[in-house]
Every structure is written in C-alpha cells, then in structure tokens.
C-alpha cells in the first residue's frame, strides 16, 4: 500500500492547463464517454468526486450546459459506442438525464448505456424512464447491514437492507445487467455481516456484483474517520480472501470472476458489446474522455480534470470552451505500470499486446514490479503470452488499483482545492442547503 500510494502521488501531479478543448480523437481507436453528474440530496463522508447538494434549478442548467459540451465533442470529431454516467446521483433529474441520453445517441454510435444510481431510484417513475434506454444500471448498497447504512448515513436516505434489497429483485428484470456496487472492510464491518452481505447479493436476483475495497482521500479522511472508523488493511485481506472464495470457488459457484473485484452471475452470458462490462470503465475502454463539472479524462497518455466549480464550468460552457483546469501528463514508464495494473486488475496480461505496444517485454520494462509479484507467488501462469493470477496475485492486484483510485482521489482533491467561498461550504459542509 505504501509503494503504490508513493508511486501514485508522484505520477498523478496535477499542473494547470489553459487548453480550451480536448485533443482530437486518434483515427480507428474506440474509446468510451464519460458524463459526470456531480448532485446529491446528501453527501455521504467517504466520496471524494465532485458532488454538490441537489438544487433543482442549478441541475437543470447544468444538464442544459452538459448536452452542449457533449456537442463540442462531436464538433472534435468523436464518436462511442459506450457511455458511461456516473456522479454525484445521475438519476437525480430523470427527465434531464433521459434527454441527455437521447442526445448521445442521436450524435454518436452508442451501442450502450451505464449507468450509475442509488437505492431510492429503484422505484417505478424512475425505472420506467430507464428501461430501453440504459442496458447497465449499477445501484449503490455498499451494504444490507442496517448499521453500517446508518454510519453511512444512507438508512433514513434509502430505507433498510431489506427494501434495498426488495427493490433490487424487483428491478434486476428490466436491465440487461442490473450491478450491486457494494463495500467491504468498513471498521465497524464484522465478518458475519460480510458473509450476510454476500448471501444476500447471491440471492437478490442481480447480474452483477461489485465488491470494492473501502479507500478515501485527504479530502474525506476526517469526515470518514468521524463517523466510520480507521480501516484495518491486514483485515482487508482476510476479507477479501473470503467474499472471493465465497462468491466465485467451487463446483456451482453463483458467480464468475470477471476482475479482482468484479463477479458476473454464472451463466449470464455476454452483453451488447461483448463480455459483461465491468463497473471500471477504464478496464474496457483504455481512453475516454470525460464531460461535466469535476469529471475526469485519460487520452494519449495524458489525464485530464475538469474544473470542480460550477460557476467556472457554466462560464466556460458559456464562452464555448471546455473547463479544464488541469492535466497530468504520464511518463512510458507510467503507462506500462498503467497497463501492468488495468490488465491484471482484469486478471490476464497479454504480455504480446505490452511489448507490441511498448516496444519491450514486461520483464524488462518493469523488471521491479515482476520480480516481486514472482517472488510472492502472484502468478498462477507465466508464459510468452500471458499472467494471470493466484488467489493471492489477485490481493495484490487489488491493492494498486485501491491506491491508483486513491490517488485519483488526491488529484481530484488537489482540483477541489481551487474552490472558494459558498462551493467550498457546500462541498466541505453537512449537506445541507445553503
């Protein structure tokens, strides 16, 4: 945890930018769109993306201000055939998102639609809107446990672990994959209410589950300590070793292993495009750029981060340019590291692709990384063509892409930085209205 949070911090520099657009799209390369929708009605103490307490008013604009910016994307010449929309709540304004979703396919070659919400959303107005229009739903949980829901502050938001529940059985019918996007090794979770959690996800009826580690940023660290506790990473692994094992080992296992996190229910079968996608987009699509407030772009080697401020997003909008305040340009060394951790996050690395790609082999372009990972039994194979992983590669794997995310979450605190006056009490604040 330690090499990789170092590592993280020195590759993710955020350095100001004053481009007005993105750079133009690479002929032939696929990539995905990104569309940030950073409301909530509350702010729960973990997030660390862009996320504003929802006022009707300023989302409307906001929506009004995103569908124009997708526009500046299609003037650049780009086209997907994925969209992803994550937040913040993308399902807060129905209405707008369903308008915003028409538009992306009306402009581009759209094959399919994820989207991100939360348990309150798991109900008929909303699902209605939904339904044809987005193949992927993934509906925040993060657990059934009633306790923990109310440290999360998320009980009195979205009812019990059984109408969660409830909702999900009802709901997992009108997607093509409907995902229970939930957390393990909260302080205060117990191995018994880890081991309810995952009975539960097996019964509920979903496609897909995600299990990720709990990870947070400068920004959150003390709301997060405050009302959840200090995580315990050597019980991270023990956690781990069983929600893996449980959930996808053995003859007639409920789940398979599709990443290190991620499990697909047997016998799903494939999607629109392909494989099931996974809740990381990035693990499908290398390269996507990124709209809204807060969002954040990885193109040619290079991420992007949109301004946090509303304010200076709707100028920019206004003046017809994009709101970026900041790029983090990543070294070959980088990228390879990128590669080694996205594709063993995947769980195979396609040692062909790396050195087509980077001109060397991975054992000599990251002969560090290698020689650890073969010397503490990550790898189950190890040939010209490929790595895949032990039970306890896929721990490791786990860890950098914990303290990657983390360290995007640094970056984004380091964007969060920038703001003043009532954003930064809205962000910083209780979650109440100002």
């Given at each position: 945890?330690?090499?990789?949070?170092?590592?993280?911090?020195?590759?993710?520099?955020?350095?100001?930018?004053?481009?007005?657009?993105?750079?133009?799209?690479?002929?032939?390369?696929?990539?995905?769109?990104?569309?940030?929708?950073?409301?909530?009605?509350?702010?729960?103490?973990?997030?660390?993306?862009?996320?504003?307490?929802?006022?009707?008013?300023?989302?409307?604009?906001?929506?009004?201000?995103?569908?124009?910016?997708?526009?500046?994307?299609?003037?650049?010449?780009?086209?997907?055939?994925?969209?992803?929309?994550?937040?913040?709540?993308?399902?807060?304004?129905?209405?707008?998102?369903?308008?915003?979703?028409?538009?992306?396919?009306?402009?581009?070659?759209?094959?399919?639609?994820?989207?991100?919400?939360?348990?309150?959303?798991?109900?008929?107005?909303?699902?209605?809107?939904?339904?044809?229009?987005?193949?992927?739903?993934?509906?925040?949980?993060?657990?059934?446990?009633?306790?923990?829901?109310?440290?999360?502050?998320?009980?009195?938001?979205?009812?019990?672990?059984?109408?969660?529940?409830?909702?999900?059985?009802?709901?997992?019918?009108?997607?093509?994959?409907?995902?229970?996007d939930m957390i393990f090794n909260f302080p205060s979770q117990t191995e018994s209410v880890l081991r309810r959690d995952i009975e539960l996800i097996k019964e509920c009826g979903c496609q897909q589950t995600t299990f990720s580690p709990l990870y947070f940023s400068r920004a959150t660290t003390k709301?997060?300590?405050?009302?959840?506790?200090?995580?315990?990473?050597?019980?991270?692994?023990?956690?781990?070793?069983?929600?893996?094992?449980?959930?996808?080992?053995?003859?007639?296992?409920?789940?398979?292993?599709?990443?290190?996190?991620?499990?697909?229910?047997a016998g799903c079968g494939f999607h629109a495009c392909g494989e099931i996608p996974v809740d990381e987009f990035g693990v499908s699509y290398e390269e996507y750029p990124a709209i809204g407030s807060g969002a954040v772009t990885h193109l040619g080697g290079t991420i992007y981060v949109n301004t946090?401020?509303?304010?200076?997003?709707?100028?920019?909008?206004?003046?017809?340019?994009?709101?970026?305040?900041?790029?983090?340009?990543?070294?070959?060394?980088?990228?390879?590291?990128?590669?080694?951790?996205?594709?063993?996050?995947?769980?195979?690395?396609?040692?062909?692709?790396?050195?087509?790609?980077?001109?060397?082999?991975?054992?000599?372009?990251?002969?560090?990384?290698?020689?650890?990972?073969?010397?503490?039994?990550?790898?189950?194979?190890?040939?010209?063509?490929?790595?895949?992983?032990?039970?306890?590669?896929?721990?490791?794997?786990?860890?950098?892409?914990?303290?990657?995310?983390?360290?995007?979450?640094?970056?984004?605190?380091?964007?969060?930085?920038?703001?003043?006056?009532?954003?930064?009490?809205?962000?910083?604040?209780?979650?109440?209205?100002?």
């Amino acid at each position: 945890t330690g090499v990789i949070k170092t590592l993280a911090k020195h590759e993710l520099a955020l350095e100001p930018t004053t481009e007005a657009r993105l750079p133009a799209p690479t002929p032939g390369a696929r990539y995905m769109l990104y569309m940030h929708i950073p409301f909530c009605q509350r702010l729960c103490p973990y997030c660390s993306f862009n996320r504003y307490p929802f006022r009707e008013d300023i989302a409307r604009a906001y929506f009004d201000r995103l569908r124009r910016e997708m526009r500046m994307l299609e003037d650049l010449g780009y086209d997907f055939e994925s969209v992803y929309c994550g937040g913040g709540t993308p399902t807060i304004l129905i209405d707008e998102l369903c308008q915003t979703l028409d538009l992306a396919r009306d402009l581009f070659s759209i094959q399919e639609i994820s989207c991100e919400t939360n348990p309150n959303h798991l109900a008929k107005p909303y699902l209605d809107q939904m339904e044809g229009r987005i193949q992927r739903l993934s509906v925040g949980v993060q657990s059934f446990d009633d306790d923990l829901l109310r440290q999360m502050d998320r009980y009195e938001k979205y009812g019990s672990g059984r109408e969660i529940f409830d909702r999900i059985g009802e709901a997992a019918a009108r997607f093509d994959i409907l995902n229970v996007d939930m957390i393990f090794n909260f302080p205060s979770q117990t191995e018994s209410v880890l081991r309810r959690d995952i009975e539960l996800i097996k019964e509920c009826g979903c496609q897909q589950t995600t299990f990720s580690p709990l990870y947070f940023s400068r920004a959150t660290t003390k709301k997060m300590l405050d009302t959840l506790g200090s995580p315990d990473y050597e019980r991270e692994y023990a956690y781990y070793r069983l929600l893996d094992a449980e959930l996808a080992d053995g003859d007639g296992a409920a789940f398979e292993r599709r990443t290190v996190w991620t499990f697909n229910r047997a016998g799903c079968g494939f999607h629109a495009c392909g494989e099931i996608p996974v809740d990381e987009f990035g693990v499908s699509y290398e390269e996507y750029p990124a709209i809204g407030s807060g969002a954040v772009t990885h193109l040619g080697g290079t991420i992007y981060v949109n301004t946090f401020s509303l304010r200076e997003y709707n100028e920019a909008i206004d003046d017809g340019r994009m709101s970026l305040m900041g790029k983090a340009a990543l070294s070959k060394r980088d990228l390879m590291r990128y590669r080694f951790m996205q594709e063993l996050y995947a769980l195979r690395l396609d040692k062909k692709r790396f050195e087509r790609d980077f001109g060397v082999s991975v054992e000599r372009g990251l002969p560090v990384e290698m020689a650890f990972m073969s010397a503490n039994g990550a790898f189950a194979t190890n040939t010209a063509d490929e790595l895949t992983l032990t039970a306890k590669g896929r721990y490791y794997a786990l860890v950098m892409q914990r303290q990657f995310l983390s360290g995007l979450n640094e970056l984004r605190d380091q964007a969060r930085a920038a703001l003043v006056g009532p954003e930064r009490e809205l962000l910083f604040g209780d979650g109440t209205q100002s």
